[in-house]
């Protein structure tokens, strides 16, 4: 059984650094037009050639994303960007819309067409179509039972490949369609610019009682009665590789790098380490530990293993955050770990240095210094150069995080 993909996120040149150095087979990414994350840096037509060239450096692969919704006056756009993903030599394009396919079918006939979980697909029959229509992959809706995955798998060409989420957030529409934020702000969320209304707390009003907020449930704070928790399939990478899918897809463009580096890292080892195992492998409880490090909400196993499981979080439309990035590694000189800052530490703090593919590895900061090699007590100015003793390697980028809550 080949060993699935790791898909990761890149929002921005930081984002896709992150992905790129903890392991990610392939990386998806956006121009700021006809992709559904309008919030992120994105990457302009010369970033995305330095983008993909970066990919390529390192055997990864970039997909780009073509998965809005657009109207009739954005169409002018297309060729130019059709011709700006085949001059970066993009290795795919994610598409949402059959006319989008179609045309990009006849306008970049050597790019690969994966068609978006925006597009919905549900079943074998629509995946098999869209095969006959050009499609190389269907990102599969997000909806979908694993025993419904596995017949689409059954039932679909072998040369199709299947694509599903795997980790990050979940949507309360049926995959991403979603007017909600259009009538409450004017954002469209089929163009990437979604305002989130899901998490936001309601209230009933009654007319005749105006300023006379009723919560929903029992709760002073109202109900979060839209409001998805998060999808973790961590512990499960056995049951999806076995189900047929080819590509294991984070959820996360707008999300930090630390957050792409470290669930990328996460699935990689897991799948990493069921491939080595060839069968009876169970996820060792650290690895579990690691999708807790990044700030998220509550997790489920969402739509997986039935409608039941995936739920709401009814107790705020917030994150859990127990952990922080300390600092992010630029090099090792002379038996220093040269960082440069990104939250406050102290010396006698612990911290946890991440290494691609490996167990996060304590730290004791029983010295520090400046940049110049000056004894300080503490880092507490964003991006300043610190060195702490190191009698290992590690590469730059890597990421130096800090417990902020009780285990």
Not at 365 to 383: C, K, L, Q, T, Y
């Amino acid at each position: 059984m080949a060993k699935p993909e790791i898909l990761a996120p890149a929002g921005d040149f930081e984002r896709l650094k992150a992905a790129v150095l903890y392991g990610a087979d392939a990386v998806y990414l956006g121009l700021r037009q006809f992709g559904m994350r309008a919030a992120p840096g994105n990457f302009t037509e010369e970033e995305l050639f330095e983008a993909v060239r970066f990919c390529h450096r390192h055997g990864v692969r970039a997909y780009l994303t073509l998965n809005t919704l657009p109207r009739n006056h954005e169409l002018a756009n297309l060729p130019a960007f059709f011709a700006a993903a085949k001059e970066a030599k993009a290795d795919a394009l994610i598409v949402a819309d059959i006319g989008l396919l179609m045309l990009a079918r006849r306008q970049a006939p050597e790019i690969e067409l994966h068609v978006s979980t925006q597009a919905g697909v549900m079943n074998h029959l629509t995946a098999a179509e869209l095969f006959r229509l050009g499609a190389k992959r269907a990102v599969l809706a997000r909806e979908l039972s694993l025993d419904e995955i596995r017949e689409i798998r059954e039932k679909v060409p072998q040369e199709m490949e299947i694509e599903a989420f795997v980790h990050g957030s979940m949507c309360m529409s049926v995959s991403g369609r979603c007017v909600i934020s259009n009538y409450l702000t004017g954002r469209d969320a089929n163009r990437g610019e979604c305002s989130q209304p899901c998490r936001w707390a309601y209230h009933l009003v009654e007319e005749k009682r105006p300023g006379l907020y009723l919560p929903v449930v029992e709760d002073e704070r109202g109900s979060y009665l839209l409001n998805a928790k998060d999808l973790s399939m961590i512990g499960y990478v056995d049951r999806l590789a076995e189900a047929g899918i080819t590509s294991f897809k984070i959820e996360g463009r707008a999300k930090s790098a630390y957050y792409c580096g470290i669930i990328t890292n996460a699935y990689r080892m897991a799948v990493d380490g069921w491939a080595a195992a060839g069968g009876g492998w169970s996820v060792p409880g650290w690895l579990v530990d690691e999708v807790h490090t990044v700030s998220h909400r509550e997790y489920s196993t969402g739509f997986y293993f039935g409608p039941e499981e995936a739920g709401q979080c009814y107790r705020d439309g917030g994150y859990v955050r127990d952990w922080e990035v300390s600092g992010v590694v630029t090099g090792c000189v002379d038996g220093m770990l040269v960082l440069s800052e990104r939250n406050r530490f102290s010396k006698g703090d612990t911290l946890e240095l991440v290494l691609p593919g490996k167990r996060p590895a304590a730290i004791e900061v029983e010295r520090m210094f400046d940049g110049e090699g000056n004894p300080i007590e503490s880092a507490n100015h964003p991006e300043m150069t610190v060195q702490i003793p190191f009698g290992g390697d590690a590469p730059p980028g890597a990421f130096l995080r800090r417990r902020t809550a009780a285990p």
